[in-house]
């Protein structure tokens, strides 16, 4: 069974929160990749949508989100997530995790999207009544 060590990160409040999932709840985010949309009640941290931004594997080696798949793979980076270059136009071969979250997938990192409203009874809407045509109005000519 998967378990995961979730943080959610708020843009509007600038706060983040760890929370720690597993059995069922979890499988709900095994397979998705980087920027996906899943909902919080999927997850049973609330009513509202995470977009996944990334994560690390047990081992701290983290998620690309240009790498395909979810297997470690050795690739040359210049720069981002995993590599940061000590000199100009530097680039060096490291290992990093694709963007698919799998079993060996330890920590998910997750952005609030939106917070969803409670459903509101939805209401008829107001009928419009007709209004008369305008007449049309004549071009007006230049003097000359």
Known sequence: MAKFQLIVSDPVSKT????TIEGAKAQA????????????KL????????KITGGTDKDGIPMRF???????????????VGFK?????????????????????????????AE???????????????EPPKPAQKPVEAKR
């Open 85 to 113: 270059p000590n000199d100009r136009g530097e680039r060096r071969r490291k290992l990093v995790r694709g963007r698919v979250v799998g079993e060996d997938t330890l920590q998910v990192n997750s952005v609030v999207m």
């Open 16 to 19: 983040s929160k760890a929370a």
């Open 43 to 50: 997850l049973g941290i609330g009513n509202m949508k995470l």
């Open 66 to 80: 240009d790498i395909q798949g979810g297997a470690k793979k050795r690739a040359i980076l210049s720069g981002g």
């Open 29 to 40: 985010l095994v397979g998705k990749s980087i920027g996906d949309e899943v909902d919080g």
């Open 116 to 130: 969803a409203a409670p459903a509101a009874p939805k209401t008829p809407a107001p009928e419009k009544k007709a």
